[in-house]
């Protein structure tokens, strides 16, 4: 074959490939040109057309979407691209077909395209997916997948349902309940924490007495129970469960142990000591609970400070909530004048600031339960006042 000939090859080759390759250009140009116009959601393409998902039913913004759309199949903006003949089947947000002179598709055809976008969607998207099989069905009805399609779905928003509408249940009666200190709850899984050394036990009667109102999901409960100290662990949950129960439950006490205030200090020892066991390698748990052990330590030192002949400043501490009352040995201000008492409180509030004031108020008493004073902090500092 001489040069020339194999230069007439080349030519006819490329001038047969160029309406080929102008013909996807100018796909390509009009599904993108659709997909900036105002109102669409979605737009699916195959050798048919196209399919376009408005964002809504409203019948005023769907008249514009379709007056958009056609003017759009009329623009003879881009060079060797008529876009008048592009069939364009447009669908508002409940899969409904709007009435427009864009497309000649048939029923086949629409299907091919509608299967298309659904099927890219997540599952997680229940509704989305139902509604979506609902008008496959409706477009080929003697489609045996989609009905399928169309019971797994359902079950699926019947179940999301009945999940909520039980956890909303149990969350909004948790505080009458004595024997639970506190709930967490993720999907399936639920953490307890209880007043009880019986943990598993009272979890099930609670949600059990829950349940007479308000039906469970059908599903099986992934029950995570804790005594209140934590120390003691009851466990229920299927072995369906098992390869996310780890994840969860620290997931859920996390949630539970950041809940618990900074004040609570040996709460907070138990709740990062549990953490610790269920992740040793997490240097946050291992930061907090040094943090609050070491805060304890120096806690205890200002609780059990004494006078210089030795006696207990304090006969007794009792917090309550985010307040520290402090009874102070009648021995420290018995025969002493106002100004050296006053002087002690002084010294007690730059020491209770030491000890890192764990309540922000400390309210000081004698032993007949008059109030001496009260040391107040914030974050610039504590003081005393009488």
Known sequence: MNTRTILSTILILIFTAMPVMAQEDCSSIFKTELESVPGIKAVVQDQNGFLTILNSDNKTDVIKAVSAIKNLRKSNQVKQCDFSGVAVVIMDSNFELTKSATSTLNKTKISKLLYKYIYALSPVEVEENLHGYEKLSELSPQNRYYAERIKHYTKRINLIKSRNNFITKCLSEIRKNKNIADLKIKKDFYLFITETETPLASAEKFLNKMAKSTPKPDKDLCIISYSKNLEKKETSCPAEYENDLANNEEELLMHHVQSIPSYKIQENINGYAALKKLN???????????????????????????????????????????????????????????????????????????????????????????????????????????
């Open 280 to 386: 040793p390698s997490s240097t946050l748990y291992t930061g907090k609970y040094e943090a609050y052990k070491a805060k304890q330590k120096i806690f205890d030192k200002f609780v059990h400070i004494k006078t210089a002949a030795g006696n207990n400043i304090f006969t007794k501490t009792n917090p309550k909530g985010s307040i520290l009352f402090a009874t102070i040995n009648n021995n420290a201000v018995n025969g002493k004048s106002k100004s050296t008492n006053k002087r002690l409180f002084e010294t007690l509030a730059s020491y209770y600031q030491r000890a890192g004031s764990p309540y922000p108020k400390c309210v000081l008493k004698n032993t007949s339960g008059e109030t001496l004073g009260i040391i107040s902090c914030n974050k610039n500092g504590c003081n005393f006042k009488q």
